[in-house]
T-cell receptor, first 113, second 109 residues
Framework: IAGITQAPTSQILAAGRRMTLRCTQD?????MYWYRQDLGLGLRLIHY???????GKGEVPDGYSVSRANTDDFPLTLASAVPSQTSVYFC????????????FGNGTRLTVT | GQNIDQPTEMTATEGAIVQINCTYQ??????LFWYQQHAGEAPTFLSY??LDGLEEKGRFSSFLSRSKGYSYLLLKELQMKDSASYLC??????????WGAGTKLIIKP
């Protein structure tokens, strides 16, 4: 089934540890995104990639890094996790960066203790 | 700054009609999206408006007035499964999506 796969589904992480959230899509979409969703707040963009080989910073990029080595994969790395990074993380993709709607993965629930 | 406003929570009765409003102030406008998000799940795309007027899609319709910075999502013949959060999002002049915090819709029998 075409779509976006995120892993892990959930994770409890000790503060200071490094963590990579995985995201893979099989729709050959050009654009990919990482969002975090916290209670009472809208989705906030962390990083994005309009096409393979390029990345950009979103609204809340500090403490996170991404890479886009190919079309399908867009991993998000927390170099040294802090409790304020406790959140639900959604990876999304769209056919183009302009008018296409986003398709979301099922999310990763991350708790940093 | 850029801002999307929508009510935090609404309650409606099964079988009725509900209108969820969204007002926005963004630097530029390149389209407005509505998404549905059930608790614990990912958002799913409902509708897209880029020109003024009403877009109808089954029981769901979305309206846009660019001059007023206003949109609404209209849900007809409400079903229990429509209990969810509804997210309004606007693409600004840089094609970045600005998201509202969402409206939690509670459907009562």
């Amino acid at each position: 089934i075409a779509g976006i796969t995120q892993a892990p589904t959930s994770q409890i992480l000790a503060a200071g540890r490094r963590m990579t959230l995985r995201c893979t899509q099989d729709m050959r979409h050009n654009a990919m995104y990482w969002y975090r969703q916290d209670l009472g707040l809208g989705l906030r963009l962390i990083h994005y990639s309009n096409t393979a080989g390029t990345t950009g910073k979103g609204e809340v990029p500090d403490g996170y890094s991404v890479s886009r080595a190919n079309t399908d994969d867009f991993p998000l790395t927390l170099a040294s996790a802090v409790p304020s990074q406790t959140s639900v993380y959604f990876c999304a993709s769209s056919s183009t960066a302009t008018e296409s709607p986003l398709h979301f993965g099922n999310g990763t629930r991350l708790t940093v203790t | 700054g850029q801002n999307i406003d929508q009510p935090t929570e609404m309650t409606a009765t099964e079988g009725a009609i509900v209108q969820i409003n969204c007002t926005y102030q963004t630097s530029g406008f390149n389209g407005l999206f509505w998404y549905q998000q059930h608790a614990g799940e990912a958002p799913t795309f409902l509708s897209y408006n880029v020109l003024d007027g009403l877009e109808e899609k089954g029981r769901f319709s979305s309206f846009l007035s660019r001059s007023k910075g206003y949109s609404y999502l209209l849900l007809k013949e409400l079903q229990m499964k429509d209990s969810a959060s509804y997210l309004c999002a606007v693409k600004d002049s840089n094609y970045q999506l600005i998201w509202g915090a969402g409206t939690k819709l509670i459907i009562k029998p």
